[in-house]
């Protein structure tokens, strides 16, 4: 069975400081993983997927098979950027959108 | 950018009634899925549709549970008889394309409060 892990609940950073949203996954075959955001209320929506390699509003992340890893990084963290943040994997053999989520990380930006 | 539209925002119903949540997708997306969310817990799959039939779903989406797209621009999730346990917020979403790539829209969510 797929599961994605998000071991932390709450991270809070201060302005400018790195940022690391981690998140572990199980499964067996070869996994598509994204991360979503929601900011406060408004919707969920995608920040980044593994397999087109981007960086959207500085956040990037890399897939590690060895370690099942798609931590999500940030080298200088803004108040905007404070949000619930889920990690999110589908098989690659369905055809359809059949997302696992994370528990969500919520981040905190202080000033 | 085009959004996905859910209506109502909060519905509040007895035990026992049915509830039809709605969602209007993005106009040329066809796949469409019902996730939902506990408070405090991760968001779940439901039911995901394709070509007018349900292509995959969970086991939360047992009997009780239906959806329909019933004109071209509606997609509609029924529960029968609410439980206690049915409450939760409900996110209706779209895709163009049917990858497992693919990225989701999401609607802003159906709060569903069962008393």
């Known amino acids: 069975a797929q599961r994605v892990t998000q071991p932390e609940k709450l991270l809070s950073v201060f302005k400018g400081a790195p940022v690391e949203l981690k998140c572990n996954y199980s499964y067996s075959g070869s996994p598509e993983l994204f991360w979503y955001v929601q900011y406060s209320r408004q919707r969920l929506q995608l920040l980044l997927r593994?397999?087109s390699r981007e960086s959207i509003k500085g956040f990037t992340a890399d897939l590690n098979k060895g370690e099942t890893s798609f931590h999500l990084k940030k080298p200088f963290a803004q108040e905007e950027d404070s949000a619930m943040y889920y990690c999110a994997l589908s098989r690659w053999d369905t055809g359809f959108q059949k997302l696992v989520f994370g528990t969500g990380t919520r981040l905190l930006v202080s000033p | 950018e085009p959004e996905v539209t859910q209506t109502p925002s909060h519905q509040v119903t007895q035990m026992g009634q049915e509830v039809i949540l709605r969602c209007v997708p993005i106009?040329?997306?066809?796949?469409f899925y019902w996730y939902r969310q506990i408070l405090g817990q991760k968001v779940e799959f439901l039911v995901s549709?394709?070509?007018?039939?349900?292509?995959?779903k969970s086991e939360i989406f047992d009997d009780q549970f239906s959806v329909e797209r019933p004109d071209g621009s509606n997609f509609t999730l029924k529960i029968r008889s609410t439980k206690l346990e049915d409450s939760a917020m409900y996110f209706c979403?779209?895709?163009?394309?049917?990858?497992?790539?693919?990225?989701?829209?999401f609607g802003s969510g159906t709060q569903l409060s069962v008393l």
């Open positions: 549709f394709y070509n007018n039939e349900i292509s995959e």
């Open positions: 979403a779209s895709s163009g394309q049917g990858g497992s790539g693919e990225k989701l829209f």
């Open positions: 106009s040329n997306h066809l796949y």
């Open positions: 593994h397999i």
